[in-house]
């Protein structure tokens, strides 16, 4: 079976800090793969999204980038982070089966910027 | 119009009553439907797809209006455990990304 992990699960980090963390997937290959934000009393906001290696697509601009390095591993950076960086980070995959492309969620990274 | 529209609630209902949810798209390409759960400062999980022609899992049925651009849930005999936010999801035109609702958070309570 698949799984998803997202490390690390808490952070409090300084205004400026940078930043790095780090989702992957188990139990399955070529995954699309994506990052979302949730905010304080706002929706899932999505951020990057992969379809395969090297391959990024950014949704909206923003002070964060995204790489994926190997098949399963995808990182959300930051060199310099700011207060409104603070959320909730969840990391997702799916694989296009039946024309129907649900995603499943990691259990997310909840980041305090101060 | 907003991309996906809920009442965000909260929907407050005693065990065992019957509770529904609505919800608005603006993307009439849009070909993929689903409600996801979220329970308080856990990551979303996939309750049911939604189909065009109306699906049931147990004690949920959604279901899909394309001339309406509208998607329900119906919750029946509702659990305690049935408590969370309930998330209305739409593929966006290319089908390559999911837009979530900001949810419709229910509070069942014996």
């Known amino acids: 079976s698949q799984t998803i992990h997202q490390w690390p699960a808490t952070l409090v980090q300084p205004v400026g800090s940078p930043l790095s963390l780090e989702c992957t997937v188990e139990?399955?290959?070529?995954?699309?793969l994506y990052w979302y934000r949730q905010a304080a009393g706002r929706g899932l906001q999505l951020l990057f999204y992969s379809v395969g290696i090297g391959q990024i697509s950014s949704e909206v601009p923003q002070n964060l980038s995204a790489s994926r390095p190997q098949d399963r591993q995808f990182i959300l950076s930051s060199k310099k982070l700011l207060l409104s960086d603070s959320g909730f980070y969840l990391c997702?995959?799916?694989?296009?089966?039946?024309?129907?492309?649900?995603?499943?969620f990691g259990p997310g990274t909840r980041l305090t910027v101060l | 119009r907003k991309e996906v529209e809920q009442d965000p609630g909260p929907f407050n209902v005693p065990e065992g009553a019957t509770v529904a949810f609505n919800c608005t798209y603006s993307n009439s390409a849009s070909q993929s439907f689903f409600w996801y759960r979220q329970d308080c400062r856990k990551e979303p999980k996939l309750l049911m797809s939604v189909y065009s022609s109306g699906n049931e899992d147990g004690r949920f049925t959604a279901q899909l209006n394309r001339a309406s651009q509208y998607i329900s849930l119906l919750i029946r005999d509702s659990k305690l455990s049935d408590s969370a936010t309930y998330l209305c999801?739409?593929?966006?035109?290319?089908?390559?990304?999911?837009?979530f609702g900001k949810g419709t958070t229910l509070s069942v309570s014996s």
């Open positions: 999801v739409v593929s966006n035109q290319a089908g390559t990304a999911l837009i």
């Open positions: 997702a995959w799916s694989v296009l089966s039946g024309g129907e492309d649900t995603q499943y």
């Open positions: 139990g399955t290959s070529n995954p699309n």
